[in-house]
């Protein structure tokens, strides 16, 4: 029987770009099919050269190709793209102009953890929501909002990360579950490095970790958010298609003042509230087991009620996940008070609104 | 023995504008003076006849001048500057402009309390210090400097606060033991509205908390920063005539990293570091007396010895803290943990710079 080059485009529509995640067909990568007695020769496109996913591309397109009854051999040869064919490719926009990922990313559910006030557990509740809801099995990633205070990375990465190179975008990195994280502080050279900028470079920063960073297809993007109702929660707000908002507070009532002031912040903006989740609650001791109410008495079914929005948990102090956050490893907590918050949120979010950005991706 | 003009001068030289603390006569204040048989008449002009402390003048003006020799009655009268004695009065800036205030404030040190993360306590640091200062009979102000989480006020009021009105300022709010309070949450109808300010309308603010504001004559202003190197640090540390910063960290590992990054900031922008202070090291358990390291383990030297910076103190996490805290009590707390720390950081203050602003406060 005959191999046709019909036959051969159809198995080669089955090749994905592994960074892209889309058809190397659709993608305009297949310059040209020959088949001759058995032996298919394919040239791909490739954005460039140096692009470091080509040799699975090779492998993935030979291996398509072989799986054709008829077909003996391959070769892959690969070409880069001329300027016309990478234009088709990123649409109207310019390269250097960025925004170029954020045609190829498609998540479902954004969803940003606030509180207004600092060090109620904004980073935990945004770490143990993102372990939580991989281990459903979901496709998660982390965009750690807080430019100057970032405190995913050290949560997630034992021996720290960085993000991988691309051409077009800049490629998170993934944690040891597979848990997809940009943050600025995997972009400095040292952790500690201090970042010293003003609000329009600290909006423009998220923006980029929005338009540039190829996501590829989630489930949640869960959004970490600074304390404060200035530039950064107002930028993730409003430029990014969020389907709602977590709050976090803690029984102090210093922290419960400005959790209003964020729920408020959030209502003006038009963006849904998901619900509260306490965080310190208690301490139990680990010796006597006895609890204690060390920042005061706690009361957010009262707050919740008051704020109009569900109550989902409460969460205690626990050592022990303190040492894990300190040591990177957040996603082996084996503790279970979390779980439920996660698996209310899920059944809770909305799906991401379009986003409300100039130039709204296309293709999406 | 007959009264003199003269005689009725020089004591009125000595009477004091009570919102200013400068001499009614330095102030060109004193329009005429008359002396007959021992009948004094004062004409006294004020800046707006409307002005709050009109009956205090009145009434110390009076004392004044009963008090010379040889005076039998005292006629004090008052009216309002002329155009040109308020220009005068204010110098070349006009009074719409603002920034008149600073012309008659005196403040000897600046200290700001900075921890770049979050919830570590600087706000109870800045209260505690406050309170401290103050118990050792020093003048002491404190200026709020989280424009979107203010915590200042509601540690010191525990039924609110309005700033003082006065024509030519914004008078801070005094607290029960005498400490002068300035905060956004002063000057909200509501403590929990929120602020949706981008970045620089923060630093706007936070300008006009220190020209603005009639401070008067301070031995400490302590400013109480938000979490962050952003907008609100940088105006600080930029803006105002800074003596130095106290350093603020928690056991937590991601908070001696942020902490890091604060210290690399005010060295970047030539600030002294007084030192550093340790806050939630441990909780010791009311009942049993047990110490507990529930933020993990806690080597704050190390972490001072890294910074180059004096280790200052520890703090532990003191529930009845919390709850004074809570109710706007922090000036009747008992714990002896924080003296120490007020005693050494007052001998090491460096008197405060002359501002960097533009258009430096003139007389100072």
């Known amino acids: 029987?005959?191999?046709?080059?019909?036959?051969?485009?159809?198995?080669?529509?089955?090749?994905?770009?592994?960074?892209?995640?889309?058809?190397?067909?659709?993608?305009?990568?297949?310059?040209?099919?020959?088949?001759?007695?058995?032996?298919?020769?394919?040239?791909?496109?490739?954005?460039?050269?140096?692009?470091p996913l080509k040799d699975q591309l090779q492998k993935d397109t030979r291996a398509a190709l072989l799986k054709v009854p008829g077909v003996q051999s391959v070769d892959v040869r690969m070409e880069e793209m001329t300027a016309e064919e990478k234009a088709r490719l990123y649409g109207d926009q310019k390269q250097e102009q960025g925004g170029l990922a954020e045609k190829f990313n498609h998540v479902e559910h954004v969803v940003a953890v606030m509180s207004g006030k600092g060090g109620v557990g904004k980073s935990l509740v945004a770490a143990l929501l993102a372990t939580g809801l991989r281990r459903k099995g979901l496709r998660v990633g982390v965009l750690d909002a807080d430019i100057t205070g970032p405190s995913i990375p050290k949560m997630f990465f034992p021996n720290g990360a960085q993000p991988g190179s691309s051409p077009i975008a800049i490629l998170p990195a993934e944690t040891s579950t597979g848990i997809k994280v940009m943050s600025i502080n995997l972009l400095l050279e040292r952790e500690d490095q201090a970042v010293i900028w003003r609000g329009p470079l600290i909006s423009g920063a998220i923006r980029q970790f929005w338009t540039d960073v190829l996501w590829g297809n989630l489930d949640y993007l869960v959004v970490d958010l600074p304390p404060g109702t200035s530039d950064a929660s107002l930028t993730v707000l409003q430029s990014l298609p969020m389907s709602g908002v977590l709050l976090v507070s803690s029984p102090q009532g210093l922290a419960g003042m400005v959790v209003r002031k964020a729920a408020q912040m959030v209502r003006q903006v038009g963006v849904p509230l998901l619900g509260l989740v306490e965080n310190m609650s208690y301490f139990i001791a680990p010796d006597t087991g006895k609890q204690y109410d060390i920042f005061g008495p706690s009361h957010p079914e009262i707050m919740a009620a008051q704020l109009q929005v569900p109550f989902l948990g409460r969460l205690p102090i626990d050592p022990e996940l303190t040492s894990l956050c300190d040591y990177g490893q957040i996603?082996?907590?084996?503790?279970?008070?979390?779980?439920?918050?996660?698996?209310?949120?899920?059944?809770?979010?909305?799906?991401?609104?379009?986003?409300?950005?100039?130039?709204?991706?296309?293709?999406?």
Chains 1, 2 share one sequence.
């Open 331 to 364: 996603e082996s907590y084996k503790g279970d008070a979390f779980q439920p918050i996660v698996e209310r949120l899920s059944q809770m979010t909305p799906e991401a609104k379009p986003p409300a950005m100039p130039a709204p991706a296309q293709g999406r």
């Open 1 to 51: 029987m005959a191999v046709t080059e019909q036959q051969a485009r159809r198995a080669l529509a089955g090749v994905m770009d592994p960074e892209l995640q889309r058809s190397i067909v659709d993608l305009g990568m297949v310059r040209d099919v020959k088949v001759s007695d058995g032996r298919v020769t394919v040239t791909l496109a490739l954005t460039t050269m140096g692009c």
